[in-house]
């Protein structure tokens, strides 16, 4: 009887020793599962704030506003200076298509382009029709720079030949580099001025002819919206 009490006590030993070591060893690997599920819980709530912050801050950024159609022609306009009786004036221009030959022109607002004949177009000052420039476009395959500068220098010859004097334009072709070449004469006529000048881009030859009047003084002003076409 003893002996049956003493292996009975002893499995009543060994299973709850055997129960012990089965709850001390199932205890810490579920506590880690349940921090490591709440550290991945954790990681996954801090990710969404800072996704949710980033969309908080480009929602929060101004779009940027669309231009209107006024400021877009603002800055489409140019200017021009030229002198006028030692005086320099800065002038808004636009831009004008010749309707019978291939170029283009910006002029100041205060001037207007007319076809004046097949291959000549005529650029009028619009407070005074007398004040005015002559253009004539012409192919580069037609003729050379130098023919039409010689032609030139024979019409103011002929026009005024005791006072023809010859432009200085050795400025324009160091601040002007499209322009390849260009030269002019100045006449005097009765008060009134007559001025030819020749210039050469890469595409055509400019042939303008400027009348001027010393009180007036819109040579440098004619020469300037010259130097635009194209």
Same mark, same amino acid.
């Given at each position: 009887?003893?002996?049956?009490?003493?292996?009975?006590?002893?499995? %009543?030993?060994?299973?709850?020793?055997?129960?012990?070591?089965?709850?001390?060893?199932?205890?810490? +690997?579920?506590?880690?599962?349940?921090?490591?599920? %709440?550290? =991945?819980?954790?990681?996954?709530?801090?990710?969404?704030?800072?996704?949710?912050?980033?969309?908080?801050?480009?929602?929060?950024?101004?779009?940027?506003?669309?231009?209107?159609?006024?400021?877009?022609?603002?800055?489409?306009?140019?200017?021009?200076?030229? !002198?006028?009786?030692?005086?320099?004036?800065?002038?808004?221009?636009?831009?004008?298509?010749?309707?019978?030959? *291939?170029?283009? &022109?910006?002029?100041?607002?205060?001037?207007?382009?007319?076809?004046?004949?097949?291959?000549?177009?005529?650029? +009028?000052?619009?407070?005074?029709?007398?004040? !005015?420039?002559?253009?004539?476009? &012409?192919?580069?395959?037609?003729?050379?720079?130098?023919?039409?500068?010689?032609?030139?220098?024979?019409?103011?010859?002929?026009?005024?030949?005791? =006072?023809?004097?010859?432009?200085?334009?050795?400025?324009? %072709?160091?601040?002007?580099?499209? &322009?390849?070449? &260009?030269?002019?004469?100045?006449?005097?006529?009765?008060?009134?001025?007559?001025?030819?000048?020749?210039?050469?881009?890469? *595409?055509? +030859?400019?042939?303008?002819?400027?009348?001027?009047?010393?009180?007036?003084? %819109?040579?440098?002003?004619?020469?300037?919206?010259?130097?635009? +076409?194209?």
């Amino acid at each position: 009887m003893k002996k049956s009490l003493t292996a009975i006590s002893t499995a %009543l030993i060994l299973s709850t020793v055997l129960a012990a070591c089965n709850t001390d060893t199932e205890e810490p +690997i579920t506590k880690a599962a349940n921090e490591e599920q %709440l550290e =991945n819980e954790q990681v996954q709530s801090d990710e969404q704030q800072e996704e949710q912050q980033e969309e908080n801050t480009e929602s929060a950024e101004p779009a940027e506003e669309p231009k209107n159609e006024q400021d877009v022609k603002k800055e489409e306009i140019t200017t021009l200076t030229y !002198s006028s009786n030692n005086q320099p004036f800065t002038e808004e221009v636009v831009e004008a298509k010749s309707e019978e030959m *291939n170029y283009s &022109i910006q002029h100041f607002e205060d001037y207007t382009l007319v076809a004046e004949e097949p291959g000549v177009d005529h650029l +009028i000052f619009n407070k005074d029709d007398k004040l !005015s420039m002559q253009i004539e476009v &012409i192919n580069k395959e037609e003729a050379t720079f130098e023919q039409i500068k010689a032609t030139a220098k024979e019409t103011i010859s002929a026009i005024a030949p005791d =006072n023809l004097k010859e432009l200085d334009f050795s400025t324009i %072709l160091t601040e002007r580099p499209e &322009i390849l070449n &260009i030269t002019g004469y100045e006449g005097v006529v009765d008060g009134e001025k007559v001025v030819k000048v020749v210039l050469e881009r890469s *595409n055509l +030859i400019a042939a303008l002819t400027i009348y001027d009047t010393p009180q007036a003084d %819109l040579m440098d002003a004619f020469i300037q919206m010259g130097l635009t +076409i194209h």
